[in-house]
């Protein structure tokens, strides 16, 4: 029964439910063309495409296009995440 309740509040707790998603407030930036919307982390500088493992997902981090995150000094990931 502990191992249960445990479970449950580990899964539905604020804290969880919010500890990998990006702001409710944030959208995706409409890019001009050839160039692409991205994720980037803010605390590592590094960016993630649509469809890869962290796009979105990391807990500090802003949607941004490509070449602007370029600008600003980021990169994007290296292991394809």
Known sequence: MRLTTLTFLALF?????????????QTEPTCPKGDRPVWVNTRTSVYHYRGMRWYGHTKYGKYACEKDA????????????
């Open 13 to 25: 707790s604020p804290a969880a439910a919010h500890a990998y998603a990006p702001g409710s407030s």
């Open 70 to 81: 370029l600008a600003e000094g980021r990169r994007v990931t290296r292991n394809g995440e």
